[in-house]
């Protein structure tokens, strides 16, 4: 990893959009629904909703696998991303639970960051620490206070506010992402979809 600090060089950038849209169902997810094994992809249903509306709380719109786009590295192409060597991915399981996989060229090798999650005001999920995590954390940050996690329609991409600061710029959009070339050049990355993670219908 570069010494320079990944938030700030995002704070100030604006990431492309790029994305698959799909039909919505309203279900209801359970927001204290026991935890399972990290492949699982259990429904579970009860009495989560928007705490502002009422309304049961839409969860199918969130369950997905996403990913990190560099700000000054287009998603897909080999170049230089200015101080943010890492590939990120995210994902929302319909059990309530969430994972982070962190890597980057500085690390021998990444890490998962284990997550439960529940619907918060304005639609927001508010993430807390899963299973085996002694403190809530958000990339290389181990001590952070609050996490949330806001998804905008209609293209699905996710913004996280962090301790009460949202970053407009650290946006992740559908699909799960995977190293090309990690940095074997020293400087020089490259990420882009997994296989069959890219979306079959780009979202203008």
Do not use: K
Not at 169 to 185: E, I, L
């Amino acid at each position: 990893m570069t010494p320079r600090s990944l938030t700030p060089i995002l704070l100030a950038l604006a990431s492309p959009v790029g994305c698959q849209c799909a039909d919505a169902d309203i279900v209801e997810i359970d927001a204290d629904a026991s935890s399972g094994s990290a492949g699982e992809s259990s429904s579970a249903s009860s009495s989560g909703s928007d705490r502002t509306t009422g309304d049961p709380f839409d969860a199918s719109r969130w369950i997905d696998r996403y990913h990190f786009e560099h700000p000054y590295l287009p998603f897909g192409e080999r170049g230089d991303p200015l101080g943010t060597y890492v590939l990120v991915n995210f994902e929302v399981f319909p059990d309530a639970r969430a994972s982070m996989f962190y890597d980057g060229c500085g690390l021998s090798e990444g890490f998962t960051i284990a997550y439960r999650w529940s619907p918060s005001e304005n639609g927001w999920l508010s993430l807390r620490p899963g299973e085996g995590e002694t403190t809530l954390r958000f990339l290389s940050d181990h001590d952070v206070d609050t996490l949330r996690v806001r998804l905008t329609e209609p293209c699905r991409e996710l913004r996280f506010e962090v301790d009460g600061e949202l970053n407009p710029s650290f946006a992740f959009f559908p699909g799960a992402s995977c190293w090309v070339d990690r940095c074997t050049t020293p400087g020089i990355m490259q990420v882009d979809y997994c296989d069959g993670e890219e979306p079959t219908e780009p979202c203008d």
